[in-house]
T-cell receptor
């Protein structure tokens, strides 16, 4: 049972490049989400999914796309990277009973 | 909207000192409250939680009591250890919403 896994751990992009951050969980959780963590701001929700085929926007969705074709995977796509997207990105999944969110180890992204 | 305000850091203590990290919240309805901990280079882990007024969450010597009258959920530990050095996040989940609202985090450093 690996929990929530994320790849890559580190990434450097140039402005305008695109990339996909990978997230997978092996706990059969329906709910998954993406957060970004910026200094002094805690974590902010980007997108979430309540099950395969269903996604919705969180607090800061602009510049990001998601899809959920399987229960296990929830990739986050940066369409055209900007320096403002420099951040640490965390994927999480949530158990239903008890309701607890499990976080991946994070991806540190730098956009130059 | 929902919000969490927690004590600004960084906090530096000597080993075996008493710890308090203050947390107050604003939320509609009756939220569930959590403390998450982030050790260096890792993702967030649930430390403790409380789901209704006057509940006390506890784990690893840490405690926090859900105080509805003061809208607070202060984290305490009687005797901290070097291994407690981490960032602590006060967090709430309001009603049936799946989204977590995070405080800005408090960096704790414990010196031997």
């Amino acid at each position: 049972n690996a929990g929530v896994t994320q790849t890559p751990k580190f990434q450097v992009l140039k402005t305008g490049q695109s990339m996909t951050l990978q997230c997978a969980q092996d706990m059969n959780h329906e709910y998954m989400s993406w957060y970004r963590q910026d200094p002094g701001m805690g974590l902010r929700l980007i997108h979430y999914s309540v099950g395969a085929g269903i996604t919705d926007q969180g607090e800061v969705p602009n510049g990001y796309n998601v899809s959920r074709s399987t229960t296990e995977d929830f990739p986050l796509r940066l369409l055209s990277a900007a320096p403002s997207q420099t951040s640490v990105y965390f994927c999480a999944s949530e158990s239903s009973s008890p309701i607890v969110q499990y976080f991946g180890p994070g991806t540190r992204l730098t956009v130059t | 909207g929902n919000s969490v305000t927690q004590m600004e850091g960084p906090v530096t203590l000597s080993e075996e000192a008493f710890l308090t990290i203050n947390c107050t919240y604003t939320a509609t309805g009756y939220p569930s409250l959590f403390w998450y901990v982030q050790y260096p280079g890792e993702g967030l882990q649930l430390l403790l939680k409380a789901t209704k007024a006057d509940d006390k969450g506890s784990n690893k010597g840490f405690e926090a009591t859900y105080r509805k009258e003061t809208t607070s959920f202060h984290l305490e530990k009687g005797s901290v250890q070097v291994s407690d050095s981490a960032v602590y996040f006060c967090t709430l989940k309001a009603g049936s919403a799946r989204q977590l609202t995070f405080g800005s985090g408090t960096q704790l450093t414990v010196l031997p």
